[in-house]
């Protein structure tokens, strides 16, 4: 892949073999086919995107109403769909490289040794960085202003600049397959081997900076997301009046300010090794690279909880609302979420329990591991004694909620087996360990993210998600989970490492042959996904719920029209107990109407963030490919944007009263005009988002 | 589960710890079962009692309490918090007491419990093999590791490239190579067989085959083995060295004779 | 004081043009966001100490540091966060336009100041053959000191930026927020510069 | 006295009081009094002092309502520095040690 640079002055150090097509041209092969075929598809979807919104004049409104708004459940929804799009990709490399482990049995495989490894190094980095960040983010974009009677996140601005980070850095990940090639380095990148003497080629130097954008994105966000809670909680609204949500993003938010700096430390020295000849994680000249590996677990275990806190709040609302009571343990559950969130900064060694360090500081750094057992166990307790005497609805957010307690379980007792050391010494690096954050990633937080789309998408969208293709996606989901994950404990155990591309032991055949079989049954859960979505928007009109409510909710977030107004609330809700909504639907007016209606500020639509985007985005590239002026000009106009930015004072949008009072008005009267649903027929077609109280439905 | 399955799964797991044939790995699988019948009671209530409590509790059913107000006990708290500690005690002196023994760096006794002096063997990690140098016997091998049964090793390890890790699962444990460092991994085979042991960070395109065979022999036998080595062997000479040192698989296990003096300190020194 | 001097600088309820609401969140972000990139330094520094040993033969810190430039690089940063705290008390105390501006212009030069010497320094050691490239611990040096300098000249062009703000806008709410900002930042540097006054200069140097 | 005269004297306070920590700091080093590890000790016993009177004096944390919230999220943060890098330290110390 060295073939000579074109137009060095102009296109850094791109040469024609940095084209996948190129590549499959001179030396055609089934792995340069299949990355080819990527690169193809990466390029035919970004012209027929741009062919159909052109088709249907879509620009515009896409410009206006979405890519520039800074409206948080916007930037929310946004967040997510950039989520979706990245999975596609990793999920998708995900069954090749479940395929070529099954097909490279004593045989070559299908794939390159050296395209193994850049799909299970996309495949982390994506689902870490590119699906699970911007899917909780997006969530907690979402909800958490409408679940503390918000109307805004505190910087929406911010929030946008942090949206289209996210997205550059997407974008990187995407034309890596296109020009060039990705890092083999896995998603922890290690040096020596990601420096300059091993990884000449410009696959670190994409990982870096799309990690650098992404990270700079949360970073942000977490920012933003700490400065809502802590500042703009509605009246009435005190910290141990939140629903469990808010307190997880709350933690999440704090680890996501304080742990992502680790991670921009560790890529950033890797970058100086890698373009200024430093010797920070060298071999030679007194570099230290076990300093890399202390750096980037110093983040690396922090993430992990980033990811499990705002799933552990979904579980916590979804687990209340459909077993119809009240939280069991509130405080506690508040507890053990700070509890895990403080004590995430003090484990990280167990990541390297084998590079040498004496064994009592193993064994300290495998006690504190273990205690995260402690907080975590209560929790999954907590979730159960809420359903001890409540009345159990089976609905597709519950059924996650269930497997997952019971499949998490096995996870963390996998991750409890990994805490102490001499047995990490036998499952360190091999498919045991790959099993265990499988156990966590999948029925952990993937199914909360899936909990939280079921019962959150007629908030967003004005209508419920049909119920059979949900349950069908559950049973594949629990199904191939098992299937998939299950045999790599047991080949772990045997032996077998991580990240092989090929396998020269016959015995481990049939496991690796199940857990290709589990793989697709993960991929048809992701097809019934699909199925149902589409289904769902057909049957829009009979699901519709704009009354609000679907689920005789809890939280302030139920107290709005679904899709809520722009300003979420007409006027601030004010609380005087610990389930406003909930007490106020039983015991008198759940929202009674104000009294009278004022203007409204909303903040204006604001193309600097996309732009900031775009501009971090080709200082990226430029960057990668040395090409200095082009870094230089975006790392310009990202500053002059910044400048621009503050130089603008019409920030703000004013709603007239009237306006509020007329469309708060017409929610309110659909609200009186539906008929009231009891739990009974919560999934039929009867249920247009105003729940019967307890009474009514005795009566 | 079908059973040619289930016998497929047990003759994977002949290749790991739990078929151990040496101390390391049977302490470690001892470990494993002991740990494993403490989760197996913590794993226990949550298994039952979310299915119990959710199917019991579910809305259909007319026959249990509904308290929709009910958060909070005193008894229940406790319960939820102070077993779930005092197993962490428990589990924390486990490992405390298991680390320490089982450190990489910790000489091991030979086969009938008495101190002897260890077979130092130097492990130095290539692109994509591994060289054991012996340094009594001023021979060297690739991809293969000839150790006599019942007499403790003692590996030396770094690495004249990336950083590497080395397992030999039915041995024990796993430590990290690293450039211009020395780590160190005791280990003892009681048993005589062949075992597999490889690199098990990833280090590019040869990774996966990486792998190399450790002969656990009598001590006759390993007599024999060092005899045969000198005799077919070639010099380990800078041309030797220089070829070792490219960024390729061995194809096959290759001996060395007249190792230089102090090969090891000089790839640490090199390295810097 | 005043009962009611909420915030520091300039007291906000004495303005109609901004709540204190306002002032606090907008405030309280920037804390988070100073605390994030207090964990890189942390970490920035906790990685030189850890390359402090890895001389690889080249120069150590007593062959390149000196005393008395770090000494007067102290001084000028010190100085121009006092001269700062006077541009936040003529803001507070709505002093003329002119005697903000005088204020900061001032603290721009002390920092334009700190730049030059701070430069000067690098170029002595590049001189000596002490470039990032030759050890583990020149790399760990310049991976934390021109870090420090490069938030410095970001301070400077803030001080620009919003100097020219204060002159066409005047000093309205946004501006005012961002006046607040730019002095939490500014001091913030200064204890950064203690840090490495300290960890770098004087435990290098101390015999 | 005045509002602005008191803040006027914390400023000038603080810069006195950081000018002399600085100085004393710088002293140690250049006319040294005691061994390396003593001097090193009262170095950064001064700069976190001087740190201390910044937060004080300059950046107006206290514990006053107001800046309570502050105040807090300082201390929580001095808490992960200090994890983060004792915790740097002592690891990378004791590999050092073991991997001669
Ligand atoms: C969140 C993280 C995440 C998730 C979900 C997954 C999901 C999967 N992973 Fe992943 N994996 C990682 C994180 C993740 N992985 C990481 C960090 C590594 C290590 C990389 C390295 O070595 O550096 C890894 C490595 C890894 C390997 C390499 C193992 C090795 O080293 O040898 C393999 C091999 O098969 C694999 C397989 C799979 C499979 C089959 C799935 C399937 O289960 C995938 C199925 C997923 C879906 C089908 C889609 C998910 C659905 C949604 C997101 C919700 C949908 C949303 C809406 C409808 C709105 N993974
Ligand atoms: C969401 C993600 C997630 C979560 C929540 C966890 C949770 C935990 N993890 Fe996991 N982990 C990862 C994702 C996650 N992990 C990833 C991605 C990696 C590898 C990255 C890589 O190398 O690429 C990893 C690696 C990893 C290692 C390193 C292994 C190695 O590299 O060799 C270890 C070692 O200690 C570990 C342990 C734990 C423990 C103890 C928990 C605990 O938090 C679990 C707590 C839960 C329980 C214990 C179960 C429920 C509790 C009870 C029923 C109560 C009673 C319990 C007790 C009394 C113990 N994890
Ligand atoms: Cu690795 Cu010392
Ligand atoms: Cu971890």
């Not at chain 2, 003692?154 to 450039?179: C, E, F, H, K, N």
Request: aromatic share 12%; proline share 6%; hydrophobic share 55%.
């Amino acid at each position: 892949m060295n073939g000579a640079p074109v137009l060095p002055a102009l296109l850094g150090r791109f040469a024609w073999e940095d084209l996948p097509f190129v590549r499959f041209w001179q030396q055609p092969s089934l792995s340069e086919g299949i990355a080819a075929a990527a690169a193809a598809l990466v390029i035919v979807g970004a012209v027929a995107l741009v062919l159909v919104l052109t088709r249907y004049r879509l620009w515009g409104t896409l410009w206006r109403d979405w890519l520039t708004s800074l409206d948080h459940k916007k930037i929310g929804i946004m967040y997510i769909v950039i989520a979706f799009v990245m999975m596609a990709r990793a999920v998708i490399e995900a069954v090749l490289m479940r395929v070529q482990q099954a097909s490279a049995i004593d045989a070559p495989g299908v794939l390159s040794p050296d395209h193994f490894a850049q799909l299970f190094s996309t495949h982390g980095s994506i689902m870490i960085f590119f699906m699970a960040m911007p899917f909780i983010t997006g969530l907690i974009n979402y909800i958490m202003p409408l679940q503390i009677g918000a109307r805004d996140m505190a910087f929406p601005w911010m929030n946008s600049v942090a949206l289209w980070l996210t997205g550059g850095g997407a974008v990187l990940m995407m034309i890596s397959l296109v020009v060039g090639k990705f890092s083999t380095g896995g998603w922890t990148g290690y040096p020596p081997y990601t420096g300059l003497a091993f990884s000449p080629d410009v696959g670190p130097d994409y990982w870096i900076w799309a990690v650098t954008l992404g990270s700079i994105g949360s970073t942000l966000g977490g920012i933003n997301i700490a400065c809502t809670i802590y500042k703009l909680r509605c009246p009435g609204m005190s910290l141990m009046r939140m629903q469990l949500f808010c307190w997880t993003s709350l933690c999440t938010a704090i680890l996501m300010i304080f742990a992502m700096p680790p991670l921009t430390v560790a890529t950033a020295l890797l970058a100086l090794d890698r373009y200024l000849g430093f010797h920070m994680f060298t071999g030679d000249l007194g570099g230290n690279m076990m300093n890399y590996a202390n750096l980037f677990w110093l983040f690396g275990h922090p993430e992990v909880y980033i990811l499990i806190l705002p799933a552990f709040g979904i579980y916590s609302e979804v687990v209340s609302t459909f077993s119809g009571k009240r939280l069991y343990g509130y405080t506690s559950l508040v507890i053990a979420t700070m509890a895990i969130a403080v004590l995430s900064f003090t484990v990280w060694v167990h990541h390297f329990f084998t590079m040498g360090q004496s064994a009592k500081l193993n064994a300290i750094f495998g006690i504190a591991t273990m205690t995260i057992g402690v907080p975590t166990g209560v929790k999954i307790y907590d979730w159960i004694w809420t359903m001890f005497r409540g009345e159990v609805r089976f609905t597709v957010p519950m059924l996650y909620a269930l497997a997952f307690m019971m499949t998490f379980t096995l996870g963390g007792l996998s991750g409890i087996i990994l805490a102490i050391p001499p047995l990490d010494y036998l499952f360190h690096n091999t498919l045991f360990l790959v099993a265990h954050f499988h156990n966590m990633l999948i029925p952990g937080l993937l199914y909360g993210l899936l909990a939280g789309y079921h019962y959150w998408f007629p908030k967003a969208f004005g209508f419920r998600l049909n119920e059979t293709w949900g349950r069908i996606a559950f049973v594949c989901w629990v199904v191939g989970f098992y299937l998939a994950f299950m045999p790599l404990y047991i080949l772990g155990a045997s032996g077998m490492a991580r990240r092989t591309a090929q396998i020269f032991e016959p015995d481990f055949r049939p496991w690796l042959y199940v857990a290709l079989a589990g793989a697709f049954v993960v991929l048809a859960a992701l097809a019934a996904l699909i199925v149902q979505l589409w289904v769902s928007i057909r049957d829009r009109r009979e699901t519709a719920v704009w009354a609000g409510d679907p689920w005789d909710g809890r939280g302030l977030e139920w107290a709005t029209s679904s899709p809520p107004p722009e300003y979420n609330f007409a006027m601030p809700p004010r609380v005087d107990g610990p389930y406003p909504f909930y007490d106020g639907k039983h015991d008198g007016p759940a929202i009674a109407p104000p009294d009278h209606y004022e203007p409204i500020d909303v903040p204006r639509p604001s193309a600097l963030g996309p732009l900031i985007g775009i501009a971090a985005l080709i200082t990226a590239f430029g960057l990668v490919w040395h090409a200095w002026w082009m870094a230089i000009a975006g790392l310009v106009a990202v500053i002059g944007a910044v400048i621009a930015r503050s130089v603008v004072r019409n920030v703000e949008r004013t709603l007239s009263a009237d306006a509020v009072e007329a469309i708060d008005r017409h929610w309110r009267d659909t609200v009186k005009a539906t008929p009231a649903v009891t739990r009974a027929l919560e999934t039929s077609v009867a249920n247009r988002g105003v729940s019967a109280t307890a009474a009514e439905a005795a009566a | 589960m079908p059973l040619p399955l289930l016998l497929g799964g047990c003759a994977a797991l002949s290749h790991g710890f739990l078929n151990a044939a040496g101390p390391v790995a049977d302490n470690q699988r001892h470990l494993f079962a002991l740990v494993a019948v403490v989760l197996a009671f913590i794993a226990a209530p949550v298994l039952l009692l979310v299915p119990l409590i959710g199917w019991h509790y579910r809305r259909a059913n007319r026959h249990h309490a509904y308290r929709p107000k009910w958060t909070f006990s005193w008894g229940l708290e406790g319960l939820i918090w102070v077993p779930p500690l005092l197993l962490v005690v428990l589990l924390s002196v486990l490992l405390w007491r298991a680390t320490v023994r089982d450190d990489p760096y910790r000489p091991l006794a030979d086969g009938r419990g008495a101190v002897a002096r260890p077979l130092v063997v130097q492990a130095i990690a290539l692109d994509w093999k591994w060289l054991f140098v012996y340094p009594d016997a001023r021979i060297a091998a690739v991809d293969q590791l000839a150790i006599p049964v019942g007499r403790p090793v003692r590996l030396d390890l770094t690495s004249a490239t990336v950083m590497q890790s080395m397992l030999i699962p039915r041995l024990g444990g796993q430590i990290y190579a690293m450039p211009a460092m020395r780590t160190q991994l005791n280990l003892r085979a009681d048993h005589a067989g062949i075992y597999r042991g490889a690199n098990v960070q990833y280090n590019g395109n040869g990774f996966a085959r990486q792998s190399f065979e450790v002969l656990a022999l009598s001590p006759a036998e390993y007599a024999a083995w060092l005899a045969r080595v000198r005799r077919g062997a070639q010099p380990l000479d800078a041309g030797a060295w220089a070829k070792l040192a490219r960024r390729q698989v061995a194809p096959a296990p290759s001996f060395y004779v007249a190792t230089p003096p102090g090969l090891f300190h000089r790839v640490m020194q090199d390295a810097r | 004081m005043t009962a009611r001097a909420l915030y520091p600088g300039p007291d906000l309820t004495r303005h109609a043009d901004m709540a204190e609401k306002d002032a606090e969140q907008g405030l309280f972000g920037f804390w988070l966001f100073l605390m994030s990139d207090a964990v890189i330094f942390a970490l920035l520094f906790a990685t030189y100490g850890v390359m402090l040993s890895g001389t690889a033969g080249g120069p150590t810190p007593r062959d390149v540091f000196e005393l008395q430039p770090a000494f007067i690089e102290t001084g000028l940063l010190l100085a121009s966060s006092f001269t700062w705290g006077m541009a936040s008390l003529a803001l507070k105390y709505r002093d003329s336009r002119a005697r903000l501006l005088a204020w900061m212009a001032v603290t721009l030069f002390l920092g334009l100041g700190f730049l030059a010497m701070e430069l000067h320094d690098f170029a002595t050691m590049f001189a000596k053959g002490a470039i990032p490239a030759r050890s583990g611990f020149l790399s760990g040096f310049f991976a934390l000191v021109p870090l420090h300098g490069l938030h410095v000249a970001t301070g400077c062009l803030w001080i620009v930026v919003m100097a020219a703000q204060v002159m066409t806008i005047g000093v309205d709410a946004r501006v005012k927020v961002n006046l607040l900002r730019l002095g939490l930042f500014w001091h913030f540097l200064d204890i950064i510069w203690i840090a490495i006054f300290s960890v770098v200069y004087l435990q290098g140097l101390a015999a | 006295m005045s509002a602005r005269a008191t803040e006027t004297r914390r400023y000038v306070t603080g810069l006195l009081l950081a000018l002399t920590l600085t100085g004393a700091a710088f002293a140690v080093v250049h006319w040294p009094i005691a061994d390396r590890g003593t001097t090193l000790a009262a170095i950064f016993a001064l700069a976190l002092v001087q740190a201390l009177v910044h937060f004080r004096c300059f950046l107006h944390i206290g514990p006053r309502r107001s800046s309570r919230d502050d105040l807090i999220l300082l201390l929580f943060s001095s808490l992960i520095i200090v994890l983060m890098v004792a915790g740097t330290l002592v690891v990378l110390s004791n590999l050092a040690t073991r991997m001669h």
